[in-house]
């Protein structure tokens, strides 16, 4: 075992130091070595010993018994030093010394919560734009004390405990200074202010829970999803704080016939084999009402016809997207006698189908779409 060193001599003092001489050695000592300042080898292993020879030599019934016996008179004595926590231990110290010190701010104005709000809309609601009232359950400031919290015609207090500052100063000495610890009052919890006849709608928190009704624009065009703002409709602010905002998110509904595609407004269209193959003029719906549309002769299933201005207004722009028919050809299924022995002899005139030249099917739909 190494043997240990004077600990007069690892503090740097006389044996007739006073106690303001040890203190002071320790101060600049300490600090010199502490690992958060000091990333030298060594540097832990000095700090260690410096501290273990202040907690000697500074009390008077260790420095007397190490005065008379060396470092055999204090073995043993109290915990001793041996696995000594340096940072636990130092912190104790440290702590003593610097009373813990921390700061805290008076509490200054907070903007109140966001409330969101999920809205179900029809399609046509969606693609013409709409009106809507909201029944909104949000927090403001009581109708009685308007946000103060004491009883009408009363007013808070300055609280005693903090003197209005919503902090509370305390003042400690140690051997590194005089040092002050500055927290937030816990009275008062950083007002400055406390409530001693409290308002008796609200409790003396100064706020109550309301249901308003909330009108918001809904536009043209707006799509699953969207998002509307409704600023300063949210729960009040505290402490003087602007409100939060309202933020409604639309469900829109699928509709029977149509189906969305961008601002593009898409439509099945049913026809018979007659229809298809010697053309026909037809009605169809539309989001403005019926339309016609010319079937040539010839239509093969699949085919596609672009409507123009019939679809979905645009959301940032002027004007609107398309309305998309695509044809399908229906195959019957339930032929009377009649029926079955004309399709015979067309079949015997037509002869056998031929594979078709154009794009098909699916390119067809790609070329609808600007594929």
Known sequence: MATKRDYYEVLGIDRGASEEDIKRAFRKLAFKYHPDHNREDGAEEKFKEINEAY?????????AKYDRFGHAGIEGFGRGFEGFDIFGGFGDIFDTFFGGATTATRRGPQRGSDIRYGLKISFEEAVFGCEKELEVSRIENCSMCHGIGSRPGTQPTRCPNCNGTGQVRRTQQSIFGRFV??????????????????????????????TRSVTVEVPAGVEYGSQIRRSGEGDAGVWGGSPGNLYVT????????????????????????????????????TLDGDATLKIPPGTQSGRIFRIKGRG???????????????????????????????????????????????KGFFGRIKDAFGG
Do not use: W
């Open 181 to 210: 610890n500055v927290t937030t009052c816990e009275r008062c919890h950083g007002d400055g202010r406390v409530i001693t006849d409290p308002c008796p709608q609200c409790h003396g928190t100064g706020k109550e829970r309301k």
């Open 312 to 358: 979905v207004p645009h959301l940032k722009r002027g004007g609107r997207g398309d309305q998309v028919v695509m044809v399908h050809v229906l195959t019957p299924q339930n032929l009377n006698e009649g029926q079955r022995r004309l399709f015979k002899e067309l079949a015997g005139s037509l002869g056998k189908a031929e594979m078709p030249k154009d």
């Open 250 to 285: 639309l469900q829109v509904e699928e509709h029977e016939l149509f189906t969305r595609s961008g601002d593009d407004i898409l439509y099945d269209l049913p026809i018979n084999f007659a229809q298809a193959a010697l053309g026909d003029e037809v009605e169809f719906p």
């Open 55 to 63: 907690e000697v030599i500074s009390d008077p019934d260790k420095r």
